[in-house]
């Protein structure tokens, strides 16, 4: 069956440092990989989306890179701030069907 | 304001009890979703409405029974439920079929079952 994992334990960083989280699946094909993010007692915000064919994406602060062959991505968080402290989970899409992993917990310490 | 609302946002019944859960979505998205996320799990998905048509069905209890009337709304009727179904229940809406498949979200029911 399907499985994804993702840093089970929680990262701390200082304020201004770049923050990398990682996410790896196996037995799947995504078409493609999401990035959300979830702050306690509210539902995921989509943040990005990586298709199987691209290397990396870009979003201001964000950058997510996608390897098919390690089967993993890297999320990262350029000069990161307390207010990006939240649960931040992958997915793999294949379709209706969206695979979500358990998430990791970042604090960004002042 | 992420277009999806829910209610209600907090729900405490009884095992004996029937309940509705709702969700809207204001986004002209042809897709609706129902997960479960318990503490410490991913979010497991249950239901999927493509145009009003169920597409998925991961093999959930029926004391979860789904109803999508149009396009907008989706409701989880609960009845006879059990303490280990006390969860947050997010309902997101996408734009299938040409689209990315992103996910937009609700703020959840938070489901207590005594």
């Known amino acids: 069956s399907q499985k994804i994992e993702q840093n089970s334990e929680a990262l701390n960083i200082q304020e201004g440092k770049t923050a990398t989280l990682t996410c790896n699946y196996t037995n799947y094909s995504p078409a493609y990989l999401q990035w959300y993010r979830q702050d306690p007692g509210r539902g995921p915000v989509f943040l990005l989306l990586?298709?199987?064919?691209?290397k990396e994406k870009r979003k201001e602060r964000l950058k997510v890179t996608f390897d098919t062959t390690l089967k993993q991505s890297l999320f990262h968080i350029t000069a990161s701030q307390p207010a990006d402290s939240a649960t931040y989970l992958c997915?793999?899409?294949?379709?209706?069907?969206?695979?979500f992993g358990a998430g990791t917990r970042l604090f960004v310490k002042a | 304001e992420t277009g999806v609302t829910q209610t209600p946002r907090h729900l405490v019944m009884g095992m004996t009890n029937k309940k509705s859960l709702k969700c809207e979505q204001h986004?002209?998205?042809?897709?609706m979703y129902w997960y479960k996320q318990s503490a410490k799990k991913p979010l497991e998905l249950m239901f999927v409405y493509s145009l009003e048509e169920r597409v998925e069905n991961n093999s959930v209890p029926s004391r979860f029974s789904p109803e999508c009337p149009n396009s907008s709304h989706l409701f989880l009727h609960l009845h006879t439920l059990q303490p280990e179904d006390s969860a947050l229940y997010l309902c997101?809406?996408?734009?299938?079929?040409?689209?990315?498949?992103?996910?937009?979200f609700g703020p959840g029911t938070r489901l207590t079952v005594t």
């Open positions: 997101a809406s996408s734009q299938a079929r040409g689209g990315s498949y992103e996910q937009y």
């Open positions: 986004l002209g998205h042809n897709a």
């Open positions: 990586i298709r199987e064919n691209e």
């Open positions: 997915a793999l899409v294949g379709g209706f069907k969206t695979i």
